[in-house]
């Protein structure tokens, strides 16, 4: 009922409580205050109101008020607000992303959860007990949260900005040999637009066996000294060096700089694969053409744990049930705020599988046979140390999920195998140009070596491209983005585009630019050791002071182990962590910040060096230098 049909009803009992005491004569007898004509009167309001509440909604239920509704109701279909609209609406500081996108308004939130079930790509969740828009680059403009959203008026709408969505440009390749439109010539990696390292890995492996089949069915062609030039050695590259090595292939392998740069840029103790214990939550980490060994990797073998569960029966199935929601509301005030909607239905499954996976192997540390008996005599005496092992073990696992070899091991372990397949690599050599013969099937690739730029020429049959994306890093685009400025007594570059050693920086006023994976692993290792996969403080005395800039949202991609040990940091007050924010001015020793959408600065603050980690550029140039096709 609307405010109003309770005023009135609360008016009208008011009335007939006064003219109950005004009218009836003091003879009458009363009960509770009031005689029997009173309690009658109340009576009667009473039904009547009932009956008013289930006429009405009856009616709205089987569609009798329908045609007045969708009249007085605004049009089901979504539009596309212009500027004024917006502004009309009060919704014009919402306008910042260039795609649909929903908007809150927490104010009408009940926090049902309804929205959040109903969309199906994951946008929104619940925080601090409201809807949220958590990913809201990933709304594909479904409309599901505003039909669901139980309140009038709707608590979500979907806004669609007057800019057509496009997927950012790619080159042209074909998804099963990776070949471009250039015949005879590949790309592999990120530059491809495929990002990470594993997926550069296993295309690095994949296309030179593609390579290799096509050169043994092709005739010969004699003024080609190699059979393949692999442009670029990092993950991707090193991966097809690798594999063009064990399948005999006559291969010259160019980079830059010096052979996986791409890893030796990373921050020193940064993990890069995933754990094996983790792949139920991730999938397994398929690495190929490096020699690295598949047991590490691979999965485990067959669980046949349900067996035992089978076995103990329902007292063991009720017993897990029981406990899970004990241990998750324990391990869910352990995890930030601000992840805990994102976390929470993952962990309830994660609990009881895990718990009911213990148990098992406790059972079979005490012997075989029956199980049930082993179960009584043996597990429920000891169940309280089992769960506590539990928790410790999902709360170490929860704060990583990420993975299981460090930047240094990786590198130790790549090179060795580079090494032991006897791969040649040309370091410090720079490829400027890429063009196909016109007098036979073969490539002209003309490289620069070393820092006297000293002219190279290799003939080759196939051509790949791997040079992935950190050698052109995106800029601020600041007037004065090459500032330099004095400090430690030393003059230095005030922009940083890569952080190799974060323990080169101690007692320094940060600043960290960006919202992806990179940005926010650096900005925990700037105030914290990694241990593992758990984080500690740095001490007093080698503590930096950080803020991290963000202008809208965190990526979509970025790990949950990073977010969560990004929002720890910040909850722990160890980092600043601003949305929304960008720097307006850079000074010597300082900087100037403004709200990215109203341009408006909103402070200034202490700084000696700014990491712009923002991803990096295609190359386009060279690439359509060669003949590849950007779109």
């Keep these: 009922m609307k405010f109003f049909h309770i005023l009135s009803c609360l008016t009208v009992l008011g009335l007939l409580i006064w003219l109950n005491q005004m009218i009836v004569p003091e003879s009458m007898p009363r009960y509770g205050g009031l005689t029997w004509i009173g309690w009658a009167s109340l009576a009667l309001v009473g039904v009547a109101s009932g009956l008013f509440i289930i006429f009405t909604d009856s009616a709205r239920a089987f569609g009798f008020f329908r045609a007045r509704d969708e009249r007085a109701a605004p049009p089901t279909h979504i539009r596309t607000l212009d500027r004024s609209e917006l502004k009309e609406l009060g919704l014009e500081k919402y306008r910042g992303p260039s795609y649909p996108h929903p ?22 969740a619940i925080v601090d007990g409201r809807a949220s828009a958590v990913a809201p680059d990933l709304c594909m403009e479904d409309t599901a949260c505003q039909a669901e959203c139980p309140v009038n008026p709707k608590a979500c ?124 939550w991730f999938g397994g980490i398929p690495v190929t053409g490096l020699g690295l060994a598949k047991a590490k990797y691979g999965g485990d073998a067959a669980d046949d744990s349900q067996t035992v569960i089978d076995a103990v029966g329902a007292e063991l199935v009720n017993f897990a049930h029981e406990q899970t929601p004990l241990i998750h509301a324990q391990i869910i005030a352990k995890i930030p705020r601000a992840l805990q909607a994102e976390l929470s239905p993952l962990l309830s499954e994660k609990i009881e599988k895990e718990l009911k996976k213990r148990i098992v192997l406790f059972l079979r540390s005490k012997g075989q046979g029956d199980w049930a008996n082993l179960y009584r ?45 006897g791969v040649v690599i040309n370091e410090n050599e720079s490829c400027k140009t890429v063009n196909r013969a016109e007098d036979g099937d073969y490539f002209i690739t003309n490289t620069e070596r070393g820092a006297e730029k000293k002219p190279q020429t290799y003939r080759s049959r196939r051509v790949i491209i791997a040079i992935g994306l950190r050698g052109a890093p995106n800029k601020l685009r600041l007037p004065n983005e090459d500032l330099k400025a004095i400090i430690d007594g030393r003059e230095q570059q005030k922009v940083i585009y890569g952080l190799s050693n974060p323990m080169d920086f101690r007692g320094k006023h940060l600043v960290v630019v960006g919202g992806g994976n990179v940005a926010v692993e650096a900005a925990v290792d700037l105030v914290a050791v990694r241990d593992g996969a758990s984080i500690t403080p740095r001490k007093p005395e080698d503590m930096n002071k950080v803020t991290v800039l963000v202008r809208d949202y965190l990526a979509p991609t970025v790990k949950f182990g990073n977010k969560l040990q990004l929002y720890t940091c910040a909850e722990d007050g160890i980092l600043d962590l601003k949305f929304g924010v960008g720097i307006k001015e850079m000074r010597e020793h300082e900087l100037v910040l403004e709200n990215v959408v109203t341009k408006e600065e909103v402070g200034t603050i202490k700084n000696d060096f700014v990491f712009a980690l923002i991803g990096g550029e295609r190359p386009n140039r060279f690439l359509e230098s060669i003949g590849i096709t950007i779109k």
């Design 103 to 124: 908007v809150i308004f927490p104010e009408r939130c009940i926090g049902c959860q309804a929205c959040v079930d109903a969309c199906p790509h994951d946008v929104l």
């Design 157 to 280: 709408i979907v806004i669609n900005t007057a800019k057509e969505v496009r997927s950012m440009p790619t080159p042209t390749r074909d998804g099963a040999s990776f070949q471009t439109n250039v015949p005879g010539c590949f790309i592999i990696g990120d530059v491809s637009g495929v990002p990470l390292i594993k997926n550069a890995v296993k295309e690095g492996a994949d296309v030179i066996a593609h390579i290799a089949s096509d050169l043994a069915s092709a005739p010969p062609e004699p003024k080609a000294e190699y059979d393949v030039a692999i442009i670029g050695i990092g993950p991707g590259g090193a991966s097809a060096a690798a594999a063009a090595c064990e399948a005999k292939l006559r291969y010259v392998g160019i980079e830059q700089d010096k052979i996986l740069s791409t890893i030796d840029l990373y921050p020193k103790g940064k993990y890069i694969f995933f754990k094996p214990d983790t792949k139920d």
């Design 377 to 421: 005599s043996h597990f429920l005496a000891h169940s309280d140390t089992l769960l506590q092992t539990l928790m410790a073990e999902i709360i170490d696992q929860l704060e990583t999920k990420i993975p299981g070899d460090q930047r240094e091991n990786i590198l130790n372990v790549w090179l060795n195998s580079l090494a032991d397949k």
